[in-house]
């Protein structure tokens, strides 16, 4: 009876057997992706800020603004 089964060995990746291409392409998209995530956290922290005031001198209500 033959096993015609996949096996991990069978994988080009398995067991660190893979290209150097293979690698770099993954540092590649890791790299990207972790940039990504670092402008998107940028942009968040510097457009979340609201400077509004609700209410008047006679009638002071709530101060949005976040404090320094």
Not at 20 to 43: C, P
Request: avoid cysteine.
């Amino acid at each position: 009876m033959e096993n015609n089964e996949p096996s991990l060995e069978k994988i080009d990746d398995y067991n660190n057997n893979e290209s150097s291409e293979k690698r770099k392409t993954v540092k590649l998209v890791v790299l990207f992706l972790v940039l990504i995530g670092f402008v998107y956290g940028v942009i968040k922290l510097n457009m979340n800020d609201v400077k509004d005031y609700v209410g008047t001198p006679e009638k002071p209500g709530i101060n949005t603004a976040r404090p320094h």
